[in-house]
């Protein structure tokens, strides 16, 4: 698939992102970006857990959403979530998780992006697939 990036640059991307607080002020960076795939991770820490000491779904969640969120813009900006699903395959066991977003299917007005997290084990941790709808 062949596509053309809507930033000119990782930093610029990640400038831009910095908007996104929710996931930067919960540690999530953005450390890839291409053409058709974004990189995202974050450093586990005691905020991230719940009451019995395991990784929030909510965390594992928005690293996948914020992933999505690069991947599709750098694409197409603008472009928002129209649907999107998480299967949650394991709990995590390493100290940081990356989320590796990739386009699969780039159409008219709309994307399909698969997100694949792992966590620093090489750990399967989720499986996310988000359709994106161009504005």
Avoid: W
Avoid at 40 to 59: D, E, I, K, P
Avoid at 112 to 128: E, L, M
């Amino acid at each position: 698939m062949k596509t053309v990036s809507t930033f000119q640059s990782l930093e610029e991307a990640q400038a831009f992102f910095t908007q996104d607080r929710f996931a930067t002020e919960n540690g999530m960076t953005l450390d890839e970006l291409g053409e058709d795939y974004a990189v995202c991770s974050v450093v586990l820490t005691a905020r991230h857990r719940n009451a019995y000491g395991g990784v929030m779904g909510g965390v594992i969640f928005t690293l996948a959403d914020y992933a999505f969120a690069a991947a599709s813009n750098n694409i197409h900006r603008v472009t928002v979530a129209m649907q999107v699903s998480i299967n949650y395959l394991s709990a995590p066991k390493g100290e940081k998780l990356t989320a590796t977003a990739k386009c699969i299917k780039d159409g008219k007005t709309s994307m399909v992006v698969n997100v694949d997290i792992v966590d620093d084990t090489g750990r399967a941790v989720a499986q996310f697939v988000g359709t994106g709808f161009k504005l």
